[in-house]
């Protein structure tokens, strides 16, 4: 599949955006997709999964009670809505599409990737 992340942008912090990923292709093969970050020098972050033919999301303790991951699998869109934002979440954000029962938090466990969307937090 293909995948374009949007939405990104500058935003105080306690600020909100909404992260969305446009995906095409053989979407009829997706089983689950993910979000990651990634700041410069940093590794790669795993930020939470959601399953595509289902509801069930997994998010990180350090954002769960402040982001939200959903999906219109009509439209073959995946969000990422960030409320309450921090400096510390100042990152590229990447949209991927996980292949296989490992681990959700690998990201060698996804295959296909967005080129990212830049967020950044100001205090």
């Known amino acids: 599949v293909q995948l374009v992340e949007s939405g990104g942008g500058w935003v105080q912090a306690g600020g909100s955006l909404r992260l969305s990923c446009i995906i095409t292709?053989?979407?009829?093969?997706?089983?689950?997709m993910g979000w990651f970050r990634q700041t410069l020098g940093k590794e790669l972050e795993f930020v939470g999964r959601?399953?595509?033919?289902?509801?069930?999301?997994y998010l990180v303790d350090s954002v769960k009670d402040r982001f939200t991951m959903s999906k219109d699998n009509a439209k073959n869109r995946m969000y990422l809505q960030m409320n309450d934002l921090r400096p510390e979440d100042t990152a590229i954000y990447y949209c991927?599409?996980?292949?296989?029962?490992?681990?959700?938090?690998?990201?060698?466990?996804?295959?296909?990737w967005g080129e990212g969307t830049q967020v950044t937090v100001a205090s």
């Open positions: 959601i399953i595509w033919n289902g509801d069930n999301v």
């Open positions: 991927a599409e996980k292949r296989g029962r490992n681990s959700d938090e690998n990201p060698k466990s996804y295959r296909d």
């Open positions: 292709g053989r979407t009829d093969s997706i089983t689950a």
